[in-house]
C-alpha cells in the first residue's frame, strides 16, 4: 500500500517523517537520535518499534526482535505505521522465558495471515513453549500514521 502523501519526487527523512507524523498522537512515547527513532508500546500487551536510518538502508524492527531492511525510506514509514495499527499483531515464541521466534501478522478479511517472521539460530529449545500475541493499538487501519 502506498502512501498518497509520500511523493516520489521528494526526499524523504524517514526519521522527521514519522517524528511529524506522531505529533498527532501526543499519548504515543518515542525518543530520537540522528539516525533511530524508538516508538514505545502504549499497553503493556503492544509492543516497541525501531527504525534505524542507516543513509543507504532502513531497518525496523518490532520488540527487538523481528525485522526488516527496506532500500527506502518511504518503506520503512510505512512498516512503522503498519506496526502502530490494529491490523498488525506480533505472535512470539518464547522457549521458556526467552523470546526465538517473531511472526508478523495481518488482519485481512476475517481473519489473521502470516506476513513475515525472524528468528534465533540458537535458542533453548529444551524448554517449554509458549506463544503470546502482543498488538498496537494506536491506528485504526492498516499501514498509514494519519
Known sequence: MTDPELSADDPVNAIAEIRKRLSDHPDV???ETSDTIEIFANHENGFDITLVD??????????GGWHEHFQTPEEAVECVGFGLSDACRLRVE???????????????GDSWHWKSETGLMLFPFWRR??????????????????
Do not use: H, M, S
Open 129 to 146: 513453549k509458549k506463544i503470546v500475541y502482543r498488538q498496537n493499538t494506536v491506528l485504526k487501519k492498516c499501514g498509514t500514521v494519519e
Open 54 to 63: 542507516e543513509g543507504f538502508q532502513c531497518t525496523v524492527a518490532f520488540d
Open 94 to 108: 518464547l522457549g521458556g522465558i526467552f523470546p526465538q521466534r517473531w511472526i508478523v501478522e495481518c488482519f485481512e
Open 29 to 31: 512515547r518515542f525518543e
